[in-house]
Nanobody
Framework: QVQLVESGGGLVQPGGSLRLSCAAS???????????MSWYRQAPGKERAWVAG????????NYADSVKGRFTVSRDNVRNMVYLQMSSLKPEDTAVYYC?????????WGQGTQVTVSS
């Protein structure tokens, strides 16, 4: 099984930046590089929505239109980490952000980290 722990959330002013991190761990034999990773977010009163994804070996990333050009997803397969660099933040980016690991039919979510964009 995979365990995911997000960090890096907080309060930031509009136009500011934050970098979220997601640390992955597992039992003996766990190979982080075999999992595709994604970021999702859930705003108050809304459904969880996909934000960005990156393939298992760090190939081209994909982004939701709402964050394209402002967010960048990356991964470090040596440190078993995935990151979401967020810039030009807007109040509508306020949400709990989750990372997700997927390999075949297996998927695992982290517990989430709160991002609040407000002046």
């Amino acid at each position: 099984q995979v365990q995911l722990v997000e960090s890096g959330g907080g309060l930031v002013q509009p136009g500011g930046s934050l970098r979220l991190s997601c640390a992955a761990s597992g039992f003996s034999g766990f190979t982080f590089s075999t999992y595709a990773m994604s970021w999702y977010r859930q705003a108050p009163g809304k459904e969880r929505a996909w934000v960005a994804g990156i393939s298992s070996h760090g190939g081209p990333a994909n982004y939701a239109d709402s964050v394209k050009g402002r967010f960048t997803v990356s991964r470090d397969n040596v440190r078993n980490m995935v990151y979401l660099q967020m810039s030009s933040l807007k109040p509508e980016d306020t949400a709990v952000y989750y990372c997700k690991a997927v390999r075949g039919e297996y998927e695992r979510w982290g517990q989430g980290t709160q991002v609040t964009v407000s002046s």
